[in-house]
């Protein structure tokens, strides 16, 4: 939960099969859902009979939506958004989804994860004379979707011919006045499932959303897969999936919702495992474990099963905190980890204490942590993390943006824990890391404890390589 990673977003897209005008207030709820994604800036887009109307601003989901809001956002088509900005400023006109008006209609795009040759396409396009209202990498996809669909027969296509210009992550979903269609990177970096209810076909983020609209998990979108939704029912273009994927581990370890499935894997079974794993490499003589909540509670329980280590509960958080690495300014998280978090001194006074988190950045949040398990009468504290350390940029959603952030790069281990007046420290091993999926044992991107990209990725002197794979 030491955080100055900028998260990526949440999306959200529902089709209305039998005219049913409640697209909104579906997507509200999978929004909902979907609000540990993004709590900076949401939106919703409805197609009202080839007509979109939509209403987006900054705030939370029950701030910017109310029942009046929803009542005006009658549509049989709807696309949802929740942002955290990995690129372009922190204001209204960068909030998604982005509605576009060209030659041919309008255009609805939401957009999951991080362009990185977004600044090279967007002067290239400039230099052509195209406008751009916002500074969102966002942006740059719309205008490729609207430019290659005046040259082809359907939007779909248009998507089919916008994906191989895009360098990075992305997951998509598009509306047009008739159609609702769905994309995932080649690398299949960021997840996107899809489900069904009686009347709709759904697709989101993260199967949680699913669940909350009551809508059966179908399967996920495959990388490189473009999935179209009309009246004539679903397709599916494969012609663009290499067979190849990269799914980033930080979906298991931190930014997805434990009652989560991503790629055919329960995103709280990986984080017990994370914890299991971390208990058989850094085993420790304690009286207890806790976790820091939320992010370390799952891998905090597996810990303790694994180590026999009765688990408790030692600090108590204010749930009306959102997640501290998402306010934008390090003055802002600072004050928010201040009041977020409490130690519980009835458990830990007197005991050795195991306190597990999913990962350290700056070591700074950590450091003021340990210090209240100690002012609350711990003997001993022992930090337990379930990744590796970070030790390169990433340039798909987690946005890091250089290696002076990063308090690994320059410590050792021994350094960080005398830093964090911990009695020990340790993290997950590189090894370990890759046995978290468990059977599936998909192929994953953990770059940003390796440096080892899944494609070529701007240089940067302060840290990143380029690497192709």
């Given at each position: 939960m030491d955080r100055v990673l900028k998260e990526e977003c949440g999306i959200f897209g529902v089709y209305n099969t039998s005219g049913h005008t409640d697209a909104a207030v579906i997507t509200y709820y999978g929004l909902y859902a979907l609000q540990h994604r993004g709590q900076e800036s949401c939106g919703i887009a409805v197609n009202d009979d080839g007509t979109i109307i939509y209403h987006k601003?900054?705030?939370?989901?029950?701030?910017?939506?109310?029942?009046?809001?929803?009542?005006?956002?009658?549509?049989?088509?709807?696309?949802?958004?929740?942002?955290?900005?990995?690129?372009?400023?922190?204001?209204?006109e960068n909030a998604q989804p982005l509605v576009t008006k060209?030659?041919?209609?309008?255009?609805?795009?939401?957009?999951?994860?991080?362009?990185?040759?977004?600044?090279?396409?967007?002067?290239?396009?400039?230099?052509?004379?195209?406008?751009?209202?916002?500074?969102?990498?966002?942006?740059?996809?719309?205008?490729?979707?609207?430019r290659e669909r005046i040259k082809c027969h359907s939007v779909e296509e248009a998507v089919a011919r916008c994906l191989p210009y895009l360098?990075?992550?992305?997951?998509?979903?598009?509306?047009?006045?008739?159609?609702?269609?769905?994309?995932?990177?080649?690398?299949?970096?960021?997840?996107?499932?899809?489900?069904?209810?009686?009347?709709?076909?759904?697709?989101?983020?993260?199967?949680?959303?699913?669940?909350?609209?009551?809508?059966?998990?179908i399967r996920d979108i495959k990388p490189g897969e473009i999935v179209c939704?009309?009246?004539?029912?679903?397709?599916?273009?494969?012609?663009l999936c290499t067979g190849k994927e990269?799914?980033?581990?930080?979906?298991?370890?931190?930014?997805?919702?434990?009652?989560?499935?991503?790629?055919?894997?329960?995103?709280?079974?990986?984080?017990?495992?994370?914890?299991?794993?971390?208990a058989k490499e850094h085993p420790v003589e304690a009286d207890i474990v806790i976790p820091v909540p939320d992010s370390g509670i799952d891998a905090a329980i597996g810990y303790a099963e694994e180590s026999g280590?009765?688990?408790?509960?030692?600090?108590?958080?204010?749930?009306?905190?959102?997640?501290?690495?998402?306010?934008?300014?390090?003055?802002?998280?600072?004050?928010?980890v201040r009041i977020k978090l409490n130690a519980l001194k009835e458990t830990v006074r007197d005991k050795r204490v195991v306190m597990v988190d999913d990962s350290i950045v700056r070591g700074t949040t950590s450091q003021r942590i340990v210090q209240m398990i100690r002012d609350a009468g711990a003997k001993e504290v022992h930090m337990r993390i379930s990744s590796p350390p970070f030790m390169y940029?990433?340039?798909?959603?987690?946005?890091?943006?250089?290696?002076?952030?990063?308090?690994?790069?320059?410590?050792?281990?021994?350094?960080?824990?005398?830093?964090?007046?911990?009695?020990?420290?340790?993290?997950?091993?590189?090894?370990?890391?890759?046995?978290?999926?468990?059977?599936?044992?998909?192929?994953?991107?953990?770059?940003?404890?390796?440096?080892?990209?899944?494609?070529?990725?701007?240089?940067n002197s302060k840290g990143g390589q380029r690497i192709n794979e």
């Open positions: 601003d900054m705030g939370l989901v029950p701030e910017v939506f109310n029942d009046t809001i929803l009542k005006h956002l009658n549509g049989t088509i709807a696309v949802g958004h929740v942002r955290y900005s990995t690129y372009g400023s922190s204001t209204r060209y030659k041919k209609g309008t255009l609805t795009v939401a957009h999951n994860g991080n362009i990185v040759n977004a600044a090279d396409l967007r002067k290239e396009f400039e230099d052509s004379g195209a406008i751009f209202q916002t500074t969102s990498d966002s942006e740059v996809i719309a205008y490729i979707i609207a360098k990075g992550s992305f997951s998509l979903v598009v509306m047009s006045p008739r159609k609702l269609i769905a994309a995932r990177d080649p690398w299949g970096i960021r997840p996107l499932s899809m489900g069904k209810t009686d009347h709709s076909y759904i697709f989101a983020s993260e199967t949680c959303a699913l669940d909350a609209v009551d809508a059966e998990y939704v009309d009246k004539d029912g679903v397709r599916s273009d494969e012609r990269k799914i980033c581990i930080f979906e298991y370890i931190y930014f997805a919702r434990p009652d989560s499935m991503i790629d055919g894997v329960s995103v709280y079974d990986a984080r017990r495992r994370a914890g299991r794993f971390l280590i009765p688990y408790g509960v030692g600090l108590i958080k204010n749930r009306y905190i959102g997640r501290t690495f998402i306010q934008p300014t390090q003055q802002q998280r600072v004050r928010a940029p990433c340039y798909f959603g987690t946005d890091i943006p250089d290696q002076d952030s990063l308090v690994a790069v320059h410590n050792s281990v021994d350094d960080m824990r005398r830093m964090m007046d911990a009695d020990s420290l340790g993290f997950l091993s590189i090894e370990s890391l890759a046995e978290i999926m468990g059977s599936e044992k998909r192929d994953h991107c953990n770059a940003c404890f390796t440096g080892s990209y899944p494609m070529e990725v701007p240089f």
